[in-house]
């Protein structure tokens, strides 16, 4: 018993290893409470939860191109609008005007994986050329490749809708589904149920299985030759050389393996909303997962997890709501004149808090980054890398060395 | 005669109007410790970068253990059996002693992306394997004990032998040393002549630039000197140390 509590009080003092049991909890837990408080009506939250899990996916990936492997990508949103084309273009009637004539409409399932391939084969494409570029040289290309894909998207009228995009794309279709009070229905089984936006926590609970799965597969990599490998091309391109890892290779799996990623999170982002277009893969996607991945903790998984849900919910719940929330806390105590307008250009408290939202977000941004520059949760070696001043080691410093 | 398993010849490596190594060739035999020395930037590292492929030499060609290996990539040089240390050390500082040195078996490792991302069995009993070496390896320095430390933690001297294990970690033919006891005391000298014998009794021949001469002449049975890209003197220590040319090349010419 001892021999027991023992292995897991060791297990906690391991931030990484607490982290992912939290989010867990916090993932199994989160519909049960929010319908429990909401009383039954808290689709809405379960449902920007999902969403909530497709950043994470995102950022997942993004930490694999960028904190594993060290490569600055700016057009990471590409990938993951191709995700989500590929999947809307096989599993709607899309097709049916485009020259083909045929509607193709393959299942949910295997589509997730088709726009997965699609995807990392666009990663590879855009790698082969670019990888042999360092640092800001590639962070450039991959910038005007995330700014070229949605619009190839755009104007190729004939296959993806254009500026409308594809809608009515197929839902996720769930062989078994079980029912139960969780729902607000008596226990049962269901076949074959549709996952509509009438069912979100269905979107909800498949995002969170992806997820499981994902960081699975990520952690096996790191801890496998090819994590050993990208680790030692972000430290020492040369050394890394001279000890046997073919970088371009190296780097160019890294790619597309993140890119994967993304195109996974876009094949169900693309079902989950049921309609695509290119509005929705725009620079600032790519940024948002960027500051995520920094956030959150570059090169460890659940820093970047973290540092997705963190963002996302400031972004996607507190900014909205922050305006109606902040007039009616000074209604509440008393200070409502605050909220009403006023000739001289005052325009009401709830207002004037909307029109300062993102001053506000960039101010979290800061906050956050100059209180822990190296992300919310960060890598061993990256927290070290950031601290080296304060633990100084017994070796001379490099430039004493040669 | 003895087998060679390094021919260059009549390499050449320019840089602009710059010529860094000027028509250089000499052999170096199987299971031999073979030098190249020469005054501060007479060409013994872009050599050693052209052997090595991190430079493409500009005329002449290297043959190594009977392939071509002239203009190869330094990934594609390490597999074929070369392996090398740099002049300022370049380890990965914050990875593990042990990391660095698994790192080494890199392109001797068979397990393919979707061993890593599944943890096949044999992907795990792969890594057993080569962190089982990898510790030998670490023993074969004196570095089992620091293990689990960050490279950048060890003692200079330390970081050195663990560059070497790493280099050997990758089971070289031919093991190329770019100046290993720079900023020695005189016993760490010692211990590295040493440490190089045992490593020639595992059956790779060593290749060393070096300054320090009482550790080229006590380890090495040849010596090739450059002096501004060209060879001016190659054979045995003895022959070497009486070469006028290489006295008037360390030392001046006396007036």
């Given at each position: 018993?001892?021999?027991?509590?023992?292995?897991?009080?060791?297990?906690?003092?391991?931030?990484?290893?607490?982290?992912?049991?939290?989010?867990?909890?916090?993932?199994?837990?989160?519909?049960?409470?929010?319908?429990?408080?909401?009383?039954?009506?808290?689709?809405?939250?379960?449902?920007?939860?999902?969403?909530?899990?497709?950043?994470?996916?995102?950022?997942?990936?993004?930490?694999?191109?960028?904190?594993?492997?060290?490569?600055?990508?700016?057009?990471?949103?590409?990938?993951?609008?191709?995700?989500?084309?590929?999947?809307?273009?096989?599993?709607?009637?899309?097709?049916?005007?485009?020259?083909?004539?045929?509607?193709?409409?393959?299942?949910?399932?295997?589509?997730?994986?088709?726009?997965?391939?699609?995807?990392?084969?666009?990663?590879?494409?855009?790698?082969?050329?670019?990888?042999?570029?360092?640092?800001?040289?590639?962070?450039?290309?991959?910038?005007?490749?995330?700014?070229?894909?949605?619009?190839?998207?755009?104007?190729?009228?004939?296959?993806?809708?254009?500026?409308?995009?594809?809608?009515?794309?197929?839902?996720?279709?769930?062989?078994?589904?079980?029912?139960?009070?969780?729902?607000?229905?008596?226990?049962?089984?269901?076949?074959?149920?549709?996952?509509?936006?009438?069912?979100?926590?269905?979107?909800?609970?498949?995002?969170?299985?992806?997820?499981?799965?994902?960081?699975?597969?990520?952690?096996?990599?790191?801890?496998?030759?090819?994590?050993?490998?990208?680790?030692?091309?972000?430290?020492?391109?040369?050394?890394?050389?001279?000890?046997?890892?073919?970088?371009?290779?190296?780097?160019?799996?890294?790619?597309?393996?993140?890119?994967?990623?993304?195109?996974?999170?876009?094949?169900?982002?693309?079902?989950?909303?049921?309609?695509?277009?290119?509005?929705?893969?725009?620079?600032?996607?790519?940024?948002?997962?960027?500051?995520?991945?920094?956030?959150?903790?570059?090169?460890?998984?659940?820093?970047?997890?973290?540092?997705?849900?963190?963002?996302?919910?400031?972004?996607?719940?507190?900014?909205?709501?922050?305006?109606?929330?902040?007039?009616?806390?000074?209604?509440?105590?008393?200070?409502?004149?605050?909220?009403?307008?006023?000739?001289?250009?005052?325009?009401?408290?709830?207002?004037?808090?909307?029109?300062?939202?993102?001053?506000?977000?960039?101010?979290?941004?800061?906050?956050?980054?100059?209180?822990?520059?190296?992300?919310?949760?960060?890598?061993?070696?990256?927290?070290?890398?950031?601290?080296?001043?304060?633990?100084?080691?017994?070796?001379?410093?490099?430039?004493?060395?040669? | 005669?003895?087998?060679?398993?390094?021919?260059?010849?009549?390499?050449?490596?320019?840089?602009?109007?710059?010529?860094?190594?000027?028509?250089?060739?000499?052999?170096?035999?199987?299971?031999?410790?073979?030098?190249?020395?020469?005054?501060?930037?007479?060409?013994?590292?872009?050599?050693?970068n052209c052997v090595t492929g991190f430079f493409a030499p500009s005329l002449g060609t290297v043959i190594f253990d009977g392939n071509d290996i002239t203009g190869r990539k330094p990934h594609q040089t390490v597999k074929a059996g070369i392996a090398r240390t740099f002049q300022n050390i370049r380890l990965f500082d914050y990875m593990t002693v042990l990391d660095n040195v698994r790192l080494g078996f890199h392109s001797r490792m068979r397990s393919q992306v979707w061993d890593s991302l599944f943890k096949t069995p044999f992907e795990r009993h792969e890594e057993a394997e080569i962190t089982e070496r990898a510790m030998e390896l670490l023993r074969f320095v004196g570095l089992e004990r620091r293990r689990d430390d960050q490279a950048r933690n060890?003692?200079?001297?330390?970081?050195?032998?663990?560059?070497?294990?790493?280099?050997?970690?990758?089971?070289?033919?031919?093991?190329?040393?770019?100046?290993?006891?720079?900023?020695?005391?005189?016993?760490?000298?010692?211990?590295?002549?040493?440490?190089?014998?045992?490593?020639?009794?595992?059956?790779?021949?060593?290749?060393?630039?070096?300054?320090?001469?009482?550790?080229?002449?006590?380890?090495?049975?040849?010596?090739?000197?450059?002096?501004?890209?060209?060879?001016?003197?190659?054979?045995?220590?003895?022959?070497?140390?009486?070469?006028?040319?290489?006295?008037?090349?360390?030392?001046?010419?006396?007036?």
């Amino acid at each position: 018993m001892n021999g027991f509590v023992g292995s897991i009080r060791a297990r906690l003092r391991s931030p990484n290893a607490t982290a992912y049991a939290v989010m867990l909890i916090a993932a199994l837990v989160y519909p049960e409470i929010v319908q429990f408080v909401t009383g039954g009506n808290g689709d809405a939250l379960v449902g920007l939860a999902a969403d909530a899990g497709i950043f994470v996916l995102l950022a997942i990936g993004l930490n694999v191109v960028v904190g594993f492997a060290g490569l600055l990508d700016l057009g990471y949103a590409a990938f993951f609008a191709i995700g989500a084309y590929t999947y809307a273009i096989i599993a709607s009637d899309e097709l049916a005007t485009a020259p083909i004539h045929h509607a193709v409409h393959i299942p949910f399932w295997i589509a997730m994986f088709v726009g997965l391939f699609v995807a990392a084969g666009f990663g590879a494409l855009l790698g082969a050329p670019t990888l042999r570029l360092r640092g800001d040289y590639l962070a450039i290309v991959t910038l005007g490749f995330g700014e070229i894909v949605p619009r190839v998207f755009r104007n190729l009228n004939v296959w993806t809708g254009g500026v409308f995009g594809v809608s009515a794309i197929d839902p996720p279709t769930v062989p078994r589904w079980l029912d139960g009070p969780w729902a607000g229905d008596p226990f049962g089984i269901q076949q074959d149920l549709q996952l509509t936006s009438a069912n979100l926590t269905g979107f909800y609970i498949v995002i969170v299985v992806v997820i499981i799965g994902v960081v699975i597969l990520v952690n096996n990599l790191e801890r496998s030759r090819l994590g050993r490998a990208w680790m030692a091309v972000r430290e020492d391109e040369t050394a890394a050389a001279a000890t046997g890892v073919n970088t371009v290779n190296i780097k160019l799996l890294a790619f597309a393996i993140g890119a994967s990623t993304s195109g996974f999170a876009g094949a169900f982002y693309g079902a989950k909303l049921s309609v695509v277009n290119s509005d929705q893969f725009s620079f600032i996607i790519s940024i948002t997962v960027l500051s995520m991945v920094v956030l959150g903790g570059m090169g460890n998984i659940p820093g970047a997890m973290i540092g997705g849900l963190v963002l996302y919910f400031i972004l996607y719940k507190f900014l909205p709501d922050a305006p109606n929330q902040v007039a009616s806390l000074v209604q509440s105590i008393g200070l409502g004149w605050l909220n009403n307008t006023n000739p001289n250009g005052w325009p009401g408290l709830g207002e004037e808090v909307n029109r300062l939202k993102y001053i506000i977000f960039g101010l979290i941004i800061v906050g956050i980054m100059l209180y822990r520059p190296q992300g919310l949760l960060p890598s061993r070696a990256r927290r070290q890398e950031l601290t080296s001043e304060e633990v100084p080691g017994i070796g001379a410093p490099r430039e004493l060395q040669s | 005669m003895a087998d060679t398993i390094l021919t260059v010849t009549g390499l050449t490596k320019r840089f602009g109007g710059l010529v860094a190594v000027d028509n250089v060739s000499f052999d170096v035999n199987v299971g031999e410790v073979f030098a190249l020395i020469g005054p501060n930037g007479a060409g013994k590292t872009t050599l050693f970068n052209c052997v090595t492929g991190f430079f493409a030499p500009s005329l002449g060609t290297v043959i190594f253990d009977g392939n071509d290996i002239t203009g190869r990539k330094p990934h594609q040089t390490v597999k074929a059996g070369i392996a090398r240390t740099f002049q300022n050390i370049r380890l990965f500082d914050y990875m593990t002693v042990l990391d660095n040195v698994r790192l080494g078996f890199h392109s001797r490792m068979r397990s393919q992306v979707w061993d890593s991302l599944f943890k096949t069995p044999f992907e795990r009993h792969e890594e057993a394997e080569i962190t089982e070496r990898a510790m030998e390896l670490l023993r074969f320095v004196g570095l089992e004990r620091r293990r689990d430390d960050q490279a950048r933690n060890l003692a200079y001297g330390q970081q050195r032998r663990l560059e070497i294990a790493r280099a050997m970690a990758t089971q070289p033919k031919l093991l190329l040393l770019d100046e290993p006891a720079a900023g020695f005391t005189p016993q760490e000298k010692v211990d590295l002549m040493n440490l190089v014998h045992q490593i020639l009794s595992k059956d790779i021949t060593v290749f060393l630039i070096e300054h320090d001469m009482r550790v080229v002449m006590g380890i090495s049975q040849k010596i090739v000197v450059l002096d501004h890209g060209e060879k001016i003197a190659e054979g045995g220590p003895a022959e070497v140390r009486a070469n006028p040319r290489v006295i008037e090349a360390y030392l001046g010419k006396s007036a």
